[in-house]
């Protein structure tokens, strides 16, 4: 029996090769002459520059940057054998660089992104692949803009400063000094969030609250990115106001929709393609997906979801190994997921599950394919 493991991580406790390795042995002890392949996956977010380099083979390189509260910090991306640049925006403007009791978004900026990508652009790469989730940011990637070279000015003239708040005083945007390697590369932005930029389903009112915002900075922080979409509008004729995607990262899907001609792409399908999945795919008989936590969200551009129908479109068997199931997990059925298995094997704290993982996964994947081997036949 061939078998491609290919889960995300469990965050907080097993990064996506701990978890593909468990599931792997946990195989291995139920059917020991079984092929396995590990392919460690992220849907764009956390672990998808590790899941990039480490499935490609590619390289890491660390460059210095402006984090998300101005203090500079060393923030990492993947360069690909054939020159992409795999870029993580939380490496240089997540919520956890900011410690809980100093989060603002009202002041936190996307400057140390546009590091980034500068850095690659500088490295000689002409496509880039850019994660946005796990921002600290509602600033719409104008600090992001500004690092590649837009200015962002006031009535008198004067350069905006870092933040998202800041942007009710934009009143001109100068894009002539934009760094001119853009023109010439691709950017794919991998997000799975379809949010627009403003209003109530916008990035400051769904998003705002976990990075900080009180509701009246939520709403300030609404009129601010209202008022900046109505001078790009006005300035550089793109209306993104209401672009699905454009809310990701705190608007960061809007300032690389309109200053880097991005196209925005599901994190999870991104990463799937990047790595060949279907061909894996074919080669294989059994593929086993999981995450931490499995629930109705899991069946939209999760990767959980994204693999289920993939097999199903090959007519593969899919079995998801979980930390947790959730209300609503079981419309993966309905995508092509065969089985949902949960590791815990007795009632048992939050804390043991995350400490005991490793165990747990191998275990859970050893008890699916003794059955599984049973009504095959192995």
Do not use: W
Not at 117 to 145: C, E, F, K, V, Y
Not at 176 to 193: A, G, I
Not at 237 to 253: S, V
Not at 279 to 295: K, M, N, Q, S, Y
């Amino acid at each position: 029996m061939k078998v491609l493991v290919a889960a995300d991580s469990f965050k907080g406790s097993l990064p996506s090769r701990a978890v593909g390795e468990a599931v792997a042995e946990g195989v291995r002890r139920a059917l020991p002459a079984a092929e396995t392949r590990v392919l460690p996956l992220a849907d764009g977010g956390e672990g998808t520059v590790d899941a990039l380099v480490e499935g490609l083979g590619g390289e890491r390189r660390t460059v210095r940057v402006t984090g998300p509260l101005g203090a500079q910090a060393d923030a990492g991306y993947g360069v690909l054998p054939d020159g992409t640049a795999v870029i993580e925006m939380a490496a240089a403007s997540g919520l956890p660089l900011v410690p809980p009791r100093l989060r603002d978004p009202r002041r936190a900026t996307t400057r140390g992104t546009g590091e980034l990508m500068l850095a690659a652009l500088a490295g000689g790469a002409r496509r880039l692949l850019i994660g946005i989730g796990g921002s600290a940011t509602n600033d719409g990637g104008a600090g992001m803009a500004q690092a590649l070279g837009a200015r962002l000015l006031d009535a008198a003239g004067n350069e905006l400063p870092p933040g998202g708040a800041a942007l009710r005083r934009l009143a001109r945007i100068d894009v002539s000094r934009l760094d001119p390697r853009l023109r010439e590369t691709e950017v794919v932005v991998m997000s799975d969030v379809t949010n627009p930029l403003c209003g109530p389903l916008g990035a400051s009112y769904v998003y705002g609250p976990q990075k900080g915002a009180t509701a009246e900075d939520a709403a300030e922080l609404d009129a601010c990115l209202a008022h900046y979409a109505g001078i790009i509008r006005l300035q550089l004729g793109r209306d993104i106001a209401a672009t699905p995607g454009a809310g990701a990262a705190g608007g960061l899907g809007a300032g690389l929709l309109v200053f880097a001609a991005a196209e925005l792409r599901g994190g999870a399908d991104a990463v799937l393609d990047a790595l060949s999945f279907d061909a894996l795919l074919a080669a294989c008989d059994v593929v086993v997906t999981g995450e931490g936590r499995i629930d109705a969200q899991s069946a939209f551009g999760k990767l959980p979801g994204n693999v289920a129908v993939r097999a199903r479109s090959q007519g593969k068997p899919a079995l998801a190994i979980v930390g947790a199931v959730a209300a609503g997990a079981e419309a993966l059925y309905g995508e092509g997921l065969t089985a949902i298995i949960p590791i815990c094997d007795r009632p048992m704290t939050t804390e043991e599950a995350i400490r005991d993982a490793a165990r747990l996964v191998r275990d859970a994947a050893e008890r699916a394919f003794r059955l599984l081997a049973y009504y095959r036949g192995d």
